[in-house]
């Protein structure tokens, strides 16, 4: 079975800084893209980055400056660097990646089950 667990969310004050991280494990062949996305109480999810297994990153414009995403492939883990927090971007955020298991002969979609982020005097 694979699995993604995200961690290193948590209060912080507006101006403030978090950085995220999500695991991949279980019986994983190869990831590609993975990417972080936000749900907003009462809001869609939404793309805050993303990341592709050569390192091309592509960031949410509201982010852009402020958050950074990177990847270290051997650990199947990647990371959200978020600086200068504003309270709109509280929410929970999900780790995604578009993922290969050893027993599938396709690449699919797995989520993590999000880690809560509060921005917040």
């Known amino acids: 079975q694979v699995q993604l667990v995200e961690s290193g969310g948590g209060l912080v004050q507006p101006g403030g800084s978090l950085r995220l991280s999500c695991a991949a494990s279980?019986?994983?062949?190869?990831?590609?893209?993975m990417g972080w996305y936000r749900q907003a109480p009462g809001n869609q999810r939404e793309l805050v980055a993303t990341?592709?297994?050569?390192?091309?990153?592509n960031y949410a414009d509201s982010v852009k400056g402020r958050f950074t995403i990177s990847r270290d492939n051997a650990k199947n883990t990647v990371y959200l660097q978020m600086n200068s927090l504003k309270p709109e971007e509280t929410g929970v955020y999900y780790c995604?990646?578009?993922?290969?298991?050893?027993?599938?002969?396709?690449?699919?979609?797995?989520w993590g089950p999000g880690t809560q982020v509060t921005v917040s005097s």
């Open positions: 995604n990646a578009d993922l290969k298991s050893t027993g599938s002969r396709w690449y699919a979609y797995y």
């Open positions: 279980g019986s994983i062949f190869r990831i590609n893209a």
């Open positions: 990341i592709t297994s050569g390192g091309n990153t």
